[in-house]
């Protein structure tokens, strides 16, 4: 019998923690329950004490999802764990996620502490989480720095406090996998008890290797890995779990199961892509737009005579589809409502009727309406609230004139207008624009993103705005690419103008 890995996924915690990419408590129940259709066994929802936002969603999360484990993290300090009780109360199945830095670097610099102290803490926040939930997982923060002789000493303390899982973090994502599957493969010989818990990775990677060394770390005793979809997490993102659930699948002697749909992963990736305004780059492994494109003659003239010369994986496998429905607008809210369906994406009929007008204008512009696009009308309602709105745009731009842009705002529902020159005609947009919201902004980062091939094609723009030191991520989505740069630009704004 083969053995079972879990998958512990944190696109809700660590996937959001991307600056930009937060999502509101709608969005997080969308991508929780697609989690859920996946096929994970643990959904890490948030950081309760971290913001009221993360400690509701936690509650709604719960609320939302029937079967995966709710989980929620903490420090090792009480009341983070007492916060955590309180948000997960509504979970059939609920964890705590607790722990504290082990390293030496994090010992004295992060805590001013000792060894011995740091193992009295983590004990003590274990035990604590043990009054109110069976399931309690502890990280030894920055393990993969951690000498293991000391860090075995740790795992084993917290084993015997009641600890069911221990993750064993490579947060900096320093280690090779030969450093990290030999880190755990230690544990496993030199823990007493260690058969009572389960082993779990989390692995960063800064150095392109998280994929190796959570791979590295299962070989090695590992049944727990912490993943998010698409890669994404602080810094260069986490361990991807498209790749290591078909890592799995495709390596017949890896004799491991996971319970993941793999069908569903695409949809996943696009949802999430979607929704965290987070473009997959298109040699992303498993998921990204070329990852079963071949385009030299060899390769096309292998594939042709028979596909597993340079495919190991079915695109079907993972829920690519080459007859999937096309949208058109002649298309029908039947199979509009399918294809959301398809795509995670469940909606009351009067949202699917508001997306339904929204689909046909667009489908008058393009001749077919991909995913994407259906993804992107699905959340296009998080801009109807919003202070500021644009209600019209006009430019006038060409070759050897000068662009004029005119636009009209409405701000909490009072109409402005204002018209500028500038060099090209998003600049001179964005000088109109400044001439109504009078602020001292500094544009740092502008993005333009096609989601397919086509001149018709939704163009997605991703901003950064600096104001007052703080700098505001925007995203926009339009057929007219200034449309969608003066649309990121106004998310910005509306995220610091209250």
């Known amino acids: 019998m083969s053995d079972r890995l879990f998958i512990f996924d944190t696109t809700l915690r660590d996937g959001e923690q991307v600056p930009g990419c937060q999502l509101n408590t709608i969005e997080k129940i969308q991508v929780a329950r697609q989690l859920e259709a996946l096929g994970v066994d643990v959904i890490e929802a948030g950081f309760p004490i971290s913001s009221p936002g993360d400690f509701n969603s936690v509650i709604e999360i719960s609320k939302a999802v029937t079967w995966p484990t709710i989980c929620a993290l903490t420090r090792a300090v009480e009341k983070d764990i007492d916060v955590a009780v309180e948000a997960l109360r509504y979970a059939k199945h609920k964890r705590i996620h607790t722990g504290i830095g082990t390293s030496d670097s994090h010992i004295k610099y992060k805590f001013n502490s000792n060894r011995e102290e740091i193992i009295e803490r983590a004990v003590a926040a274990v035990k604590y989480a043990r009054r109110f939930v069976e399931d309690v997982e502890f990280y030894a923060e920055d393990a993969g720095r951690t000498d293991n002789e000391y860090l075995a000493r740790v795992v084993e303390a917290v084993i015997k406090a009641g600890a069911t899982v221990v993750n064993i973090p490579d947060t900096t994502g320093y280690c090779l996998p030969s450093e990290y599957g030999a880190k755990i493969k230690y544990l496993m010989e030199h823990v007493d008890g ?71 992963i695409f949809p996943t990736s696009r949802m999430v892509s979607s929704l965290m305004n987070m473009p997959v780059q298109p040699n992303k492994a498993i998921v990204g737009r070329n990852a079963f494109a071949h385009s030299s003659g060899i390769h096309q003239d292998g594939v042709l005579k028979n596909v597993q010369t340079y495919e190991i994986i079915d695109p079907k496998d993972v829920g690519i589809d080459d007859n ?25 009929q009067s949202r699917l009727d508001k997306i339904y007008e929204d689909f046909l204008k667009l489908a008058d512009k393009k001749k ?23 209600e019209y745009l006009q430019v006038t731009s060409g070759v050897g004139v000068r662009s004029v842009a005119s636009l009209g705002l409405s701000i909490a529902g009072e109409k402005f207008e204002a018209a500028s020159s500038g060099n090209g005609p998003v600049d001179a947009a964005i000088k109109a624009l400044k001439q109504i919201i009078h602020r001292q902004m500094v544009l740092k980062e502008f993005t333009i993103q096609a989601i397919s091939k086509g001149s018709d094609d939704v163009g997605k723009v991703h901003m950064q705005v600096e104001y007052e030191g703080r700098v505001y991520y925007g995203f926009g989505a339009n057929t007219d690419i200034v449309a969608a740069s003066v649309e990121a630009y106004i998310d910005c704004i509306n995220k610091f103008v209250k």
């Open 194 to 264: 260690v058969h009572k818990a389960i082993l779990s990775t989390h692995c960063h990677n800064d150095l392109g290797m998280a994929t190796a060394n959570t791979i590295s770390g299962v070989l090695n005793g590992a049944r727990q890995v912490e993943v998010t979809i698409n890669g994404i997490g602080e810094r260069a993102g986490n361990t991807s779990l498209e790749e290591i659930a078909m890592i799995i699948k495709s390596h017949n002697d890896i004799d491991i199961q996971t319970n993941i749909n793999t069908q569903k």
């Open 324 to 348: 999937a429905i096309v949208l058109t607008a002649r298309s029908g809210r039947a199979a509009l409502k399918h294809r959301l369906q398809v795509l995670g994406v469940e909606l009351d």
């Open 368 to 390: 077919e309406v991909n995913d994407d696009d259906v993804l992107l009308l699905a959340g296009a309602e998080r801009t109807h609230n919003h202070h500021i709105k644009l």
